[in-house]
């Protein structure tokens, strides 16, 4: 059974496909129908809702787009839907502040934003600004612009949080505990259509793929989901690695980085950047705060798609993935684990336990660049790393690794070569221009031509030296208000 709170009451589901999406399950079994569907791909916001989970320091309310989430995934959890949030005859301030700052027209996208700020509203501490935009970064209006939006979100913030939910966190939280106490070892969710299970153990991940070797590994499932949502496939056993204590492991030691699969975007971006500050930008731009929030690092590795950003970085830095399945445990190079297009070196029986991003070499000099038509909640359409060891200005050694580019996260090999030995403060780099066209035949689609992508990625390495010697920094390394208005500065 699935067991989660709604509305403080317990419900326990067994009758529905594995692949349903709580988005579906609210709107054609609830008839909850203020969470809408916008994409059916988690990029507008429109079906955002928050889900409460039990942590170390209380409740933690994490913004879903519930189009991608599959229901099993609110196993032990509370779901809070814009239903929700009326306390009596009384608004939630968020909803009232919405309404004095008109900041709905059509109301179709209102619920999303409602909740995305409902989320913000019991996480943050400061509601400045620019916490604001991030938090609304994955929702999308069309006609009632985002000025009242971002008014009705500095009222609602201005004060501490009070509201209903505050009031009954302790309450909530003891409810949430007591349905996580009666897991077993093994949560199977079996249902009549197929099979959610929920392990508790690495060990038991591994003996259910050997069980079932057609079963699909999911954590996050914000890329996974989209085979149910966009291609309509079915999705009859799933194997939910998000409750095995060992997978949200993150931990440093003098060479790596350790990152386990279940660990999210979200939860790995302080530890990154205190060794890789540079990769501030890329890490913002990775899809929405929801999309943050919800996906994990290993698994946008192993849907091993040619526009993901993470494998440009690891591949750079020279990372590293362990596979674990019942035969044991493998460690691989990013390197060696794309083989051709959504296809890799991962055997059957096999998932990806942990990734490894090695500590900072002191001689580094790290760039690294998203190219995409929107600057936020966007695919990229180049994406493109570098990884140089330095020795005063002379290049001694070189990675750079690309997105978007090929069939697969690729290294530039040939252009690689041509960059060891190279002065980056005076030398001409027409020859590593020139190399990046042996390394690639990039295709056109419809996020950009072949044409575009040679070009922008040579004005990248053009870009990379203007940079090195502190011509410029087209980074967006700070962002503050000034009359309120975002200031960028370069």
């Not at 916008?38 to 787009?65: F, I, M, Q, R, W």
């Amino acid at each position: 059974m699935i067991r989660f709170l709604h509305q403080q009451r317990e419900i326990a589901l067994g009758q529905l496909p594995a692949n349903t999406s709580i988005l579906d399950y609210l709107r054609e079994h609830r008839g909850l129908t203020g969470t809408k569907e916008g994409c059916a791909s988690g990029d507008c916001g429109a079906c955002t809702v928050v889900v409460a989970k039990a942590g170390d320091d209380g409740l933690e309310y994490v913004p879903v787009n519930a189009c991608i989430a599959p229901l099993g995934s609110l196993h032990g959890t509370q779901l809070i839907t814009v239903e929700d949030l009326k306390d009596g005859d009384r608004y939630h301030p968020v909803q009232q502040a919405m309404i004095e700052n008109h900041g709905s027209q059509c109301g179709f996208c209102t619920p999303g934003f409602i909740m995305s700020l409902f989320a913000l509203y019991h996480s943050t501490e400061t509601g400045d600004r620019e916490e604001i935009l991030e938090a609304l970064g994955g929702n999308l209006c069309r006609c009632t612009g985002y000025r009242p939006i971002i008014d009705a979100a500095e009222q609602a913030l201005a004060g501490a949080s009070d509201d209903q939910f505050s009031r009954r966190a302790q309450a909530t939280l003891d409810q949430l505990r007591a349905l996580l106490d009666t897991e077993s070892e093994i949560e199977a969710l079996e249902l009549p259509h197929g099979h959610y299970y929920r392990p508790k153990d690495a060990n038991h991940v591994a003996r259910l793929l050997t069980e079932h070797p057609e079963a699909r590994v999911i954590a996050g499932g914000t890329d996974l989901f989209l085979e149910s949502t966009q291609a309509l496939r079915e999705l009859p056993v799933l194997i939910d690695v998000i409750a095995v204590p060992e997978l949200h492991g993150i931990t440093v030691d003098p060479r790596h980085i350790r990152m386990g699969a279940a660990v999210t975007h979200r939860a790995s971006e302080d530890v990154v950047l205190a060794d890789y500050p540079e990769l501030h930008e890329l890490i913002q731009r990775f899809g929405s705060l929801q999309i943050r929030s919800q996906g994990t690092i290993a698994g946008n590795i192993a849907n091993a798609s040619p526009i993901g950003d993470w494998p440009p970085v690891l591949l750079a830095l020279g990372g590293s993935i362990e596979l674990l399945s019942e035969a044991g445990r493998r460690s691989i190079a990013l390197d060696d684990f794309f083989l051709d297009y959504r296809k890799t070196a991962q055997q059957a029986g096999e998932f990806i336990a942990e990734v490894l991003l090695p500590r900072r070499n002191p001689k580094l000099f790290l760039r690294a660049y998203k190219i995409s038509k929107r600057f936020e909640d966007d695919i990229s359409s180049v994406c493109a790393v570098f990884a140089l060891e330095m020795k005063g200005d002379q290049i001694i050694g070189a990675r750079a690794a690309f997105g978007g580019m090929a069939a697969t996260p690729k290294r530039a090999f040939t252009l690689e070569k041509a960059l060891e030995g190279i002065n980056l403060r005076v030398d001409h780099l027409d020859t590593a221009v020139a190399a990046i066209t042996e390394d690639f035949q990039p295709i056109s689609d419809a996020r950009a031509s072949a044409e575009y992508r040679l070009a922008v990625t040579t004005r990248l390495l053009s870009r990379l030296q203007e940079e090195f010697r502190g011509d410029t920094d087209t980074r967006v390394h700070a962002v503050e208000m000034h009359s309120g208005e975002l200031a960028i500065h370069d």
